[in-house]
């Protein structure tokens, strides 16, 4: 596999040092993706590069991933409009531990081929650099005129309501560039990879490298920043990024993420976040042309990222939980939701409050949907759609309208859920 030519079709190279292709088909090559370890998760904004790292190895190049626990105390200015929090050593460290976990979803660290993925930190070298040796042997190979010409910087500085940039952040670029310099020596590694905001910081790189070895030489490529169709930014929703860890975004609302991107959307993410063949995607393209509202591309693409970064355990679990709304599920799909899932599921729909006293002693189906809960505006009116069989109370037909709903209705004892027709739902909860 060419990793070059499989990144091109893919969309994902923005702009590439010249020699790279060729220096990567002559031998195999070690090359690395930062990565800010400021969360001790990883959200999909980072999976950009780090499929870049995954089509690395597949390649049958050595992919590292350096976790950036020095720069990460400074943070990089890059596309940012002010100066970070600073975090601590043992925040770091617990960082750095969740982070790999998740990237062993993606990377091999455990083969023992000669590719086998590395996972290192910046911390382990840069904490026994002094200052002073730090701008004697390394600040005197840049200079400042090449270090201000670079869009991080320039961006920073001539911003209209810009506060400047500290020392600290400028000598990011600088450090970041010692990071490449540092696995160039001792790992061999030659290139560079991470979104185009990067590019400058990774050129210095391969500038350091050039002066400090007498001509060494380093490569770089970089992906391109990923937007939505509409020009909306890529991996926010309105609560906020969007994380592989579940305790931030749980698999539901993860799978439901990429489930609802559009159309053009899905064409496009779909080469960049799985690693289906060129003509697998194809034949997606041509079955969503024929037959868009069945969304093979939205469908395919939500389960290839949801199984990578979770398991099919939780893919299966997050589709039953979609049918529940849109689908033919059944009462039994319902009561497996774990309560975190099953509100999430239910998010935005009507809500109404029951008193667990009249449910205790039993309430006739009627009494219950209309005057303990106006799901139908009048007694006529439900008795009507009982005998078209258009009420269900969790997923089940209600045969009577004074049937008798008592405790053993409850799911995670306190909700009941009532439908009114195919498409709307009640929330009924017991307090």
Known sequence: MNFVEELRWRGMIQEIMPGTEEQ????????YVGIDPTADSLHIGHLVSVMMLKHFQRAGHRPIALVGGATGMIGDPSMKSQERNLLDEATLRHNQD???????????FESDKPNAALLVNNYDWMKDISFLDFIRDTGKHITVNYMMSKDSVKKRLSGEASEGMSFTEFSYQLLQAYDFYHLYKTMGCRIQMGG???WGNITTGTELIR???SGGEAFALVCPLITKADGGKFGKTESGNVWLDRKYTSPYKFYQFWLNVSDADAEKYIKIFTALSKDEIEALVEEQKAAPHLRPLQKRLAKEVTVMVHSEEDYNAAVDASNILFGNSTADALKKLD?????QVFEGVPTFDIS???LATGIKAVDLLTESAAVFPSKGEMRKTVQAGGVMLNKEKIENFDDIINNSY????????AQRGKKNYFLLIVK
Do not use: M
Not at 24 to 31: A, N, R, V, Y
Not at 98 to 108: G, H, R, T
Not at 339 to 343: G, H, K, N, P
């Open 211 to 213: 002066r400090k070895t």
């Open 410 to 417: 409850l799911i995670a004892g306190k909700y009941i859920i």
């Open 98 to 108: 969740s982070i790999k976990k998740q990237l062993a979803n993606f990377l091999d």
């Open 339 to 343: 309560e975190e899932t099953f509100l």
């Open 356 to 358: 667990k006293d009249e």
């Open 24 to 31: 990567l088909q002559k031998e195999l090559t070690s090359g």
């Open 196 to 198: 185009s905001d990067q």
